[in-house]
């Protein structure tokens, strides 16, 4: 069921992509205990497109910083971020919005990245307001090129090791 082995070091752990047609939006997660019950509990719900890239499970590696993760049932999607001061805001800012679920994984912030690592972009859906994660080129180029109308390049959100499949 999983696709795409990886360059990356061996200590690294691959990050599931699920796509919600229901929620329009996004999942992304390192356990594979919980990619396993997502499919097995919410087949309605989430289906899984890909092994976006690989990260660390810990902060054991240089310059590796936690990505947080945040669910928002008032509109229905989770959002990732490494930046602590972006974290902090959505806690107490939006608490009644956001409701922090923990650190999903680790990986590098844009300032320090390893020389094996590529980035993660980050894009915002204008129309529905959700967030999409994605290290391919190709699928950042897509967006750009052809539904620019509807999402937008907010920049890179941290740099992680990618799929050998994506590996140019």
């Not at 899984?48 to 947080?68: G, H, I, N």
């Not at 602590?84 to 994984?105: H, M």
């Amino acid at each position: 069921m999983w696709c795409c082995a990886s360059r990356a070091p061996a200590d690294t752990v691959p990050v599931y992509r699920f796509y919600s047609p229901f929620l329009h939006s996004h999942f992304y997660t390192a356990g594979e205990d919980e990619a396993l019950a997502v499919i097995e509990n919410y087949p309605d719900t989430w289906i899984f497109e890909t092994v976006a890239f690989y990260a660390l499970p810990a902060d054991d590696v240089p310059d590796a910083q936690p990505v947080y993760r945040f669910w928002s049932p008032l509109l229905g999607e989770h959002f990732y971020t490494i930046r602590a001061g972006e974290a902090n805001k959505l806690t107490e800012q939006f608490p009644d919005i956001w409701i922090p679920e923990g650190i999903a994984f680790y990986a590098f912030p844009e300032s320090s990245p390893p020389a094996d690592t590529e980035p993660v972009y980050r894009f915002y859906n204008r129309h529905s307001g959700t967030h999409f994660y994605t290290g391919s080129v190709g699928e950042k180029d897509k967006l750009l090129n052809n539904f620019s109308d509807v999402w937008v390049l907010e920049g890179i959100a941290w740099c992680a090791y990618p799929p050998v499949s994506a590996v140019r």
